[in-house]
């Protein structure tokens, strides 16, 4: 098996993923709450593995309440 340090962050995609988002939605946060989300939820389990959650807030949804997330997903 290989050692701690070549060891795949199960993470990191997750990571990329936002790095992406904000990249193509110049940066505006509120554009990739649905890919922060999956960070979150990614984090909750991996937190004590996962170099990338460091910065994830763990404790509250990136999403609004469904209501509103479904009314504006409907405005595409």
Known sequence: MSSSNTKKDPCKANACK???CLKEN????E???EVLEQMRLCCLKWHATSLCCSGI???RSYLPD???RESKEGKL
Do not use: F, P, T
């Open 57 to 59: 807030d763990l404790n």
């Open 18 to 20: 936002i790095q992406a």
């Open 31 to 33: 554009k990739c709450l």
């Open 26 to 29: 110049n940066y505006q946060e």
């Open 66 to 68: 469904k209501s509103a």
